[in-house]
């Protein structure tokens, strides 16, 4: 049986471009991504799509006791740009995401992540950045549900969003859902514009704006990509993230 069409009654999808979603409606079923107990994966996805295209991923992960699980995520591309991960933890797994949304023109981008704690000790960190120009849509919707026999979770959201025209629509909503009452948990969220002042003070030094601009762009998302271990993958990054950065100037 078919699935019906998200509606924005559905509130991960309340933000997304609905019309762009029929194009591609049924979306393939959630790549499941297993990890065994003690081991780890790292994950890179760089979404890059041309700009008429629709991308929906969903992805499910379970990580057994004591594996984890690093994520690095970059979408750019696409009419609509949508990545989905639902992670599940047992005991004394860990989570790592750190991820970038960079648009311009009319795209509407999303990471929609849901994060669960489902025994004791297991942690999780998400480091979330956005940059938006034009009439963009970029949003981020993630939730943390610890169940109540998770003891001892330490969970946290860092979320903050740039916008480099009024045009442009940021939505982020980190979510915390607790049921035990012994954990760590902790979020942030802040939806800002580019420094006058440093911006200000980098020109007084003989930086041209656009340059300026793009100096301020790649330190607020440096963090999210500068830890990748693997040297080829981080340099793929960071010169997708460069040259969507400079489109937007």
């Not at 499910?60 to 696409?78: E, I, N, P, Q």
């Not at 001892?152 to 939505?171: E, F, I």
């Not at 990748?228 to 400079?246: C, F, N, Y």
């Amino acid at each position: 049986m078919t699935c019906p069409l998200p509606t924005r009654r559905d509130e991960a999808w309340r933000y997304s471009d609905l019309a762009a979603v029929q194009r591609v409606w049924p979306v393939p079923a959630p790549e499941r991504i297993e990890v065994a107990a003690g081991e780890s994966i790292a994950r890179v996805m760089v979404q890059d799509a041309g700009a008429d295209e629709v991308v929906v991923r969903d992805y499910a992960v379970v990580l057994a006791a004591g594996a984890r699980a690093d994520f690095r995520v970059l979408t750019t591309g696409g009419a609509l740009g949508r990545i989905t991960i639902d992670v599940t933890l047992h005991d004394g797994a860990h989570f790592e995401l750190g991820a970038a949304l960079i648009g311009g023109g009319e795209q509407t981008l999303e990471l929609i992540t849901t994060v669960r704690h489902v025994a004791p000790n297991a942690t999780s960190n998400q480091v979330v950045r956005t940059v938006l120009g034009g009439h963009a849509t970029g949003s981020y919707l993630g939730k943390v549900a610890v169940a109540r026999d998770a003891q001892k979770t330490d969970a946290s959201q860092s979320v903050k969003a740039m916008l480099l025209t009024r045009t442009a629509t940021a939505n982020a909503k980190p979510e915390l859902e607790i049921y035990a009452d012994d954990v760590k948990c902790a979020h942030g969220c802040a939806i800002g514009e580019l420094d006058a002042a440093a911006l200000f003070y980098l020109a007084s030094r003989g930086i041209a704006p656009a340059d300026a601009k793009a100096l301020l762009l790649r330190a607020f998302i440096s963090g999210v990509f500068d830890d990748v271990a693997d040297e080829g993958a981080r340099a793929r990054l960071d010169a997708a993230a460069t040259a969507a950065l400079e489109r937007l100037l």
